[in-house]
């Protein structure tokens, strides 16, 4: 298996609630982030929404998906979203929210290891194009936020 860690920061010109607001509904979020072709419920979590599992269908600037499941494991409101990953992908991915002024800062951190025979045999070699492609999909989470919230979203 081959192992990827990913960080990505962005700066929204959003109050921390609004930005919370969007994230806190993954079901929604191919409405806004283009990448993401689908969200499927599989089993929905306890009242906070911790247990969710969530099937998610990314597909990025190369010509592949990757489909994996996030089984939430902790729903902090406004501070933090944690989740391990199953499938295509295994490993644990947290968003961290954080007030600044009347601004937002969310990071994204992302810890996997691939799954799929090809990705693993591949990565010696396109390991740096798998993390362009990440960039990519971050690149766009944050345009399709902006428009979301209807602000800018600036990558740190």
């Known amino acids: 298996m081959a192992e990827y860690q990913f960080s990505t920061v962005w700066r929204v010109e959003a109050s921390l609630q609004e930005v919370w607001d969007v994230f806190s ?17 599989i089993k929905s979590g306890d009242s906070q929404g911790i247990g ?23 729903i902090m409101p406004c ?14 991915g947290v968003w961290s929210f954080s007030d600044y002024g009347e601004e937002t800062i969310v990071r994204y951190d992302w810890h996997v290891r691939t799954t799929l025979r090809w990705m693993n045999y591949l990565a010696p070699l396109a390991a740096p194009v798998f993390r362009w492609n990440h960039d990519t ?9 902006a428009r979301k919230l209807g602000t800018r979203v600036r990558e740190f």
């Open 25 to 41: 509904h993954p079901d929604q979020w191919p409405e806004w982030w283009a990448c993401l072709e689908k969200v499927i419920e």
């Open 137 to 145: 999909v971050m690149r766009e989470g944050a345009k399709g936020l």
């Open 79 to 92: 501070y933090r979203l944690e989740g391990e990953a199953s499938g295509e992908v295994e490993g644990r």
């Open 52 to 74: 969710a599992l969530h099937r998610y269908t990314w597909k990025g600037a190369l010509p592949y998906r990757l489909t994996f499941d996030i089984n939430v494991l902790n």
